[in-house]
């Protein structure tokens, strides 16, 4: 459209929005994607993504095949390189604000320019959920951590607590225990919560103990702040009401996630969002607004994969084309 920036700017460019920014650009609409770091958002974190659909190759001349599985890294770069090769453009900026006059969408960033497009996809994803116990803050970099792959070398050999029971934590403790054997997997419930494939992996790894209905309650550790450091936790369990201290070299802590709503949990566009702070969209990944969709980890939704993520992104892209020649 003639006196925009972009037809479709995209914020947020992990699996949702470098798929979108592939199905917009093959639309043959003007694409941009914001990030403010890298791309690739939570997927860069993932040490083997084993289960995405058609990730096969032939192994040698008797015809053997294998999934062999990509890293994080490894998978977002190919999917940025292919949005790229269609047209899409990338800028690294922060979004400070997001409005709509006159159809029109308009996006102030932190470099101070503002840009304007007809359609805006939202694949801000979403953070961390911390669990705000005493001693998560103050030791966090100095043994607290929320991503394996990322600090997991600096605990070689070390004895490692991982809190949580769902497929983060499963897959992310599973990669730690091939830097150490002293691994204890706690979770508040009786069961895991992960997919039965990494639930099962977990407790037939001799080198993780898993314990069921015990409560992270505090973090301890001692020193100066140059070499402060964690040094053991205060744990619950919630059956007897026992409560006991461990000593511990780490905590990597995988409680579920934040949705990045930001941009619209407070102004004048006045995006629905469910009880959990997630963006409500229809089939197609349109919110309330129009003009204005959302995909992955950012939307109202049950099941959150890199898979998932990258039907959003095509899905909105989609809707967005078929909106923008509607206007």
Known sequence: MPGLDADLIIIGAGPAGLTASQYGARANLKVLVIEQFNPGGQALLIDTLENYPGNVRLLDDAG??????????????????????????????????????????YLSLSDGKTLASAAVILATGAKPRLLNIPGENEFKGK??????TCDGNFFKGKKIFVVGGGDAAC???????????????IHRRGSLRAQKALAERILKNPGIEVRFNTVLKEIRGGGANAVKKVKSVILEDVNSGRVYEEETDAVFIFAGTVPQVSLVSDNALKVNLDEDGYIITDHKMATNIAGLYAAGDVRSGAFRQVVTAASDGAVAAHSASEYIDGI
């Not at 890293?71 to 604000?97: L, N, P």
């Open 64 to 105: 053997k095949v294998i999934a062999p599985p990509k890293t994080g890294y490894e998978f977002v770069m190919d999917m940025h390189y292919q949005a790229e090769s269609f047209g899409a453009a990338f800028i690294t900026v922060s979004v400070i604000s997001l409005k709509k006059e006159n159809n029109i969408f």
């Open 143 to 148: 043994g607290v951590s929320y991503c394996a």
């Open 171 to 185: 897959d992310e403790g599973q990669y730690l225990s091939r830097l150490s054997n002293k691994i204890v997997l």
